[in-house]
């Protein structure tokens, strides 16, 4: 069941809902809310503080029951660390921290009121908007393939979380973005024996259907044969799974040039010829992240009506080892007329996005950003916490980058020198699909950069951030956010 939210201006102590959220402070200092919480249970707060038994130590949540002079019977006290660095993290930790005390138990209806706090360089409206995505996040839950008798899929605990505050608009903006993380969640946790590229082909389809505004377009082998993508039907050669290329439209900008977005979507990858090894390829079905991200951005930019012309092109392509498969040494030729020697076959992700990305060029783009699971070695530079940024358009990565500082959803600029170019130099066709051992993210952007010359482009590699690692590992989402942000800012900016 989707969290339900809402806005709230009652009183905390007067709120009339399972459970009140209120904060404090490590140096036992309360929120506003808590403070009317405190006066109406004639101090029960503070003696409890000074007792010991609440804390604010980032993260401790206790739960209150049947405060003296409280409506609502239980009030959840949340961690929130030292006032003078209270910030940013701080605040969606809280929101996120709130949600998941009471994901499961008896509590169904909450009152976050920690969004009448001081967030430095933010205001009320990203307070509310970005509590909701927290919240929402915190919330998710991965239920489409469990069996019918398996007590996850059993609706229990918080349903409604209303937050303090009158801006309508800013929740609606928060609630939309959270539908969009959620989107691209899904799709990035399904099995790839059911999300294949026909798969997202349809979910692109049955999302447009809902709105006059929105329109989608998917091609197929017949189509990409006509238009010579040779280096992405060479990697779709070994599967059963035939490719998919979907083109997901909003025309909400008159006349102006559409931003747009491609997404890498190999639904799973083997690597091919050059296979995976245990402690890697289990985890491959998140390779299709990019075409998650740029659907969810889709879900999120319809749901918010931005007023500007979008294209998010999902290419869905499986790679998989097979007798038809293509090899290394291959040498194939992509849609722009290039040729490509193939060093690797594991490397097949910038193999599908450049033809992609020579397509997308009908569009004739405002600018153009690709997103995609594309090398190990930014997971190695970055960790899991920063999306890396390539662009020839400095302006350009200081937008995307300040988006992602706005939500939190963070970026990280990598070179893009001309130095790095030869390292993709081949003796038997124009490039090489891979740079050798070092800059191994830095050389897949350059490559990717030769089928956007004349463009105003960026790539993302999001092989850190768009899934958490390990057994337990989920699609993180991201960088929906980012990316929502991105968008937004320049429908304000017309």
Known sequence: ??????????????????????????????????????????????????????????????????????????????????????????????????????????????????????????????????????????????????????????????????????????????????????????????????CNPAYLAAQGEAFAAKFDKAECEVLGDAEMEALGMGSLLAVARGSANRPRIVALKWNNGGEAKPYVLVGKGITFDTGGINLKTQGGIEEMKYDMCGAATVMGTFVAAVGMALPINLVCIAVGVENMPDGNSYRPSDVITSMSGKTIEVGNTDAEGRLILCDALTWAQKFEPEALVDVATLTGACMVALGKYATGVMTKHDDLARELIGAGETVFDRAWQLPLWDEYQPMLDSQFADIYNIGGRWAGAITAGCFLSRFAEGQRWAHLDIAGSASDEGKMGMATGRPVGLLSQWLSDRGAAR
Not at 70 to 76: I, K, Q, S
Not at 89 to 117: C, I, M, W
Request: glycine share 10%; proline share 4%; hydrophobic share 45%.
């Open 1 to 194: 069941m989707a969290l339900e939210f809402a806005l709230n201006t009652s009183a905390a102590a007067q709120a009339a809902l399972d459970c009140v959220v209120v904060g404090l402070f490590a140096d036992q200092s309360l929120t506003p809310a808590a403070e009317a919480i405190d006066a109406a249970s004639a101090g029960r707060l503070r003696a409890l503080a000074e007792r010991g038994d609440i804390g604010g130590k980032p993260g401790k949540t206790v739960l209150l029951h049947d405060l003296p002079g409280v409506t609502a019977p239980r009030v959840l006290v949340i961690g929130l660390g030292d006032k003078a660095k209270f910030g940013v993290p701080q605040y969606l930790k809280a929101a996120a921290d709130a949600a998941r005390a009471l994901k499961t138990g008896n509590v169904h209806s909450a009152l976050f009121t920690l969004s009448e706090l001081e967030v430095k360089g933010r205001d009320r409206a990203w307070n509310i908007r970005q509590a909701a995505i927290a919240a929402d996040h915190a919330m998710y839950r991965y239920t489409a393939t469990l069996g019918a008798n398996n007590k996850k899929r059993e609706d229990k605990g918080l349903e409604k979380f209303e937050i303090t505050g009158e801006d309508g608009a800013a929740l609606a903006q928060g609630q939309a973005i959270a539908a969009g993380v959620a989107f691209a969640r899904e799709l990035g946790n399904l099995p790839p024996n059911v």
